[in-house]
């Protein structure tokens, strides 16, 4: 079983939906990332998170400790929204080490 | 804040030669990462270092690559010789090693991308 699992895997919705991509982990985190990468683009991190929710524009991200699970939210979607998004944690125990979920795969269509 | 730089942006060599690709990491950022992404995958940790000690090199091709940060600060990354299979977008990334930090700390550079011909 992957430490960092992502849900769905691929996700496809009209423009204006609302949109959620889901993330478990199963270590111990002293961070959690939201990363997004555009087809044949880089990677830009979105949120890190420790705790509580963070907002931006019409992203939020929550994140749960207890729980081990964080939600990257995406009000009135867009389609240049269209992009990977990546849950990536830091690993407490182990040199702040990454583990990388891998990836949900959204497209947003006109 | 000038963001994490990464030279060349493009690359073309023969198999069995060699390249080099230099990364100058967020000026304070103590964590620097080397990822190697193949088209249509997610990418794949070479090494992580903490100022100038390797933390993870364990899925390195230590035949092949080799990464070094005399410095603590910029880094670079060598194939010799490269392979086909080595054609891939090379991303650097650097983090403030403190766990719990209020600032947006993982930034990545926009990657060299490397084709083996």
């Known amino acids: 079983k992957n430490e960092v699992e992502q849900s769905p895997q691929n996700l496809t919705a009209q423009e204006g939906e609302f949109i959620t991509i889901n993330c478990s982990y199963s270590v111990g985190i002293s961070a959690l990332h939201w990363l997004q990468q555009h087809p044949g683009g880089g990677i830009v991190s979105l949120f890190m998170l420790s705790s509580g929710k963070k907002k931006h524009g019409r992203l939020i991200a929550t994140i749960n400790i207890q729980e081990k699970h964080s939600s990257l939210h995406i009000t009135a979607s867009h389609p240049r929204d269209s992009a990977v998004y990546i849950c990536a944690v830091r690993r407490l125990d182990s040199n702040y080490q990454l583990i990388w979920g891998a990836g949900t795969k959204l497209i947003i269509k006109p | 804040e000038a963001g994490v730089a990464q030279s060349p942006r493009y690359k073309i060599i023969e198999k069995r030669q060699s390249v080099a690709f230099w990364c100058n990491p967020i000026s304070g950022h103590a964590t620097l990462y080397w990822y190697q992404q193949i088209l249509g995958q997610g990418p794949k940790l070479l090494i992580q270092?903490?100022?100038?000690?390797?933390?993870?090199d364990s899925q390195l091709p230590k035949d092949r690559f080799s990464a070094e940060r005399l410095k603590g600060v910029d880094s670079t990354l060598k194939i010799q010789p490269a392979k086909l299979e080595d054609s891939a977008v090379y991303l650097c990334?650097?983090?403030?090693?403190?766990?719990?930090?209020?600032?947006?700390?993982?930034?990545f550079g926009a990657g060299s991308r490397l084709t083996v011909l």
């Open positions: 990334a650097s983090s403030f090693d403190r766990a719990f930090s209020g600032a947006n700390v993982l930034t």
């Open positions: 270092f903490q100022n100038n000690g390797v933390v993870d």
